[in-house]
């Protein structure tokens, strides 16, 4: 095989506050794909999801467990592709894997240094980072593992429009919990009312939450599902029940900024009310990604979950297509899809 044209998106400088496109640049190599470490593989990309996270690895060095992309490398992202040489009889030539890759065409990827799952047979490359990936498995183990929820309980969830959030509102009406989602804008917040069939909505935009909270929540906030962080938080934090449960699962408000996400004003409240706050990360439960899949598929076939994607096309537009995350103008899981199957 001759060497191939690899394009890649680099970090060319650390966000000073809001991500920008100017932090990016586009650069191209060439890629030897006779040149694999024993054990490795190499995978042509295919999709990859924009993870609001991403943000966070943008940032320097800190003693924070994520990682940090140094200037001049490409961008760390969860990514879809195929095998297309391989050292490793695990994923043999033509394997179709879904791990942490980056913003290029082709990555050579050693599977101990990272979890490297496979995608499940009958799903197209978008679908398995898309409606049946990390951020629904997000919503589901976040519900179902930290959340337990239990019928009849009120359970709040943040950004609940979004990819994750709307995952988890559809899995709490399934369990028969009294459902309420804090969204920004009109349009997000009658999707869910109206198409997802929520018993309560709030817009953060224009609604007072704590007003909201004590008219949706008069018995206050047995789970609370976690997607924004900040101030957000801190009101649910007061309106939580006894024995409530929140779960940490991102803090999508203090990304684009220079601050530390910070937590409850007052830690009292979380002693006398017997409240348990728990962060997780959806790799914890990588070893059960495939029955939650099969779970998750068969619900959609049934009717019960709406699972929205929103795929934009081609390399050219990872950056910009990224930076929608921060404004909302994203309708669901966003991927960017950069050539067919
Ligand atoms: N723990 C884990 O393992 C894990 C894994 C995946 C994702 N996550 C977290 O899950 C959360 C959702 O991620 P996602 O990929 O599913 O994204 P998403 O919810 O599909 O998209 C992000 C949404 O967040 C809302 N948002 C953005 N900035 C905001 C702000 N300042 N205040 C309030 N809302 C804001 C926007 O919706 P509105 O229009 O409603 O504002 C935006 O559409 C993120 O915090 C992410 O880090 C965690």
């Known amino acids: 095989m001759r060497k191939l044209r690899n394009r890649q998106w680099l970090l060319k400088s650390r966000p000073e506050g809001q991500v920008a496109t100017h932090n990016f640049g586009y650069h191209e190599t060439e890629i030897d794909p006779h040149q694999i470490d024993d054990g490795n ?5 295919k999709a990859f999801l924009c993870a609001p996270t991403m943000r966070n690895w943008m940032d320097p060095p800190s003693k924070n467990l994520y990682p940090s992309i140094s200037i001049g490398t490409p961008i760390l992202a969860p990514a879809v592709g195929k095998v ?29 240094g990272r979890p490297v799952n496979f995608v499940a047979e009958g799903l197209s490359s978008v679908e398995s980072i898309g409606k049946f990936g990390l951020n629904s498995l997000t919503g589901y183990f976040g519900l179902t593992k930290v959340g337990l929820p239990k019928a009849g309980e009120t359970v709040v969830i943040s950004a609940a429009a979004g990819a994750t959030g709307s995952l988890a509102a559809q899995v709490a009406k399934i369990l028969g919990c009294r459902t309420i989602g804090i969204a920004g804008g009109r349009e997000k917040c009658t999707w869910l009312s109206e198409e997802i069939g929520l ?14 909270f004590d008219h949706l929540c008069p018995n206050g906030i047995d789970v609370y599902f976690d997607n924004v962080g900040g101030a957000m938080l801190r009101t649910a934090v007061n309106h939580m029940a006894k024995f409530g449960r929140i779960i940490l699962c991102g803090q999508i408000s203090t990304y684009d900024s220079d601050q530390a996400a910070s937590g409850p004003e007052d830690m009292m409240r979380l002693i006398y009310g017997s409240i348990r706050m728990e962060g ?19 619900w959609e076939k049934e009717g019960m979950l709406t699972l929205k994607e929103d795929i934009r096309d081609g390399f050219d537009n990872l950056p910009k297509s990224y930076l929608d995350l921060f404004t909302g103008q994203n309708r669901g899981t966003l991927v960017v899809n950069i050539r067919p199957d």
């Open 41 to 45: 593989f190499l995978i042509e990309n």
């Open 280 to 298: 997780f990360l959806t790799r914890n439960y990588t070893a059960e990604f495939p029955e939650a899949i099969k779970q998750l598929r068969e």
């Open 199 to 212: 018993d309560g909505v709030l817009d953060y935009k224009i609604d007072k939450l704590n007003d909201g």
């Open 84 to 112: 297309v040489e391989s050292n490793n009889k695990q994923f043999p030539i033509g394997s179709r894997v879904s791990t942490l890759s980056s913003w290029q065409d082709y990555e050579q990827i050693d599977p101990t």
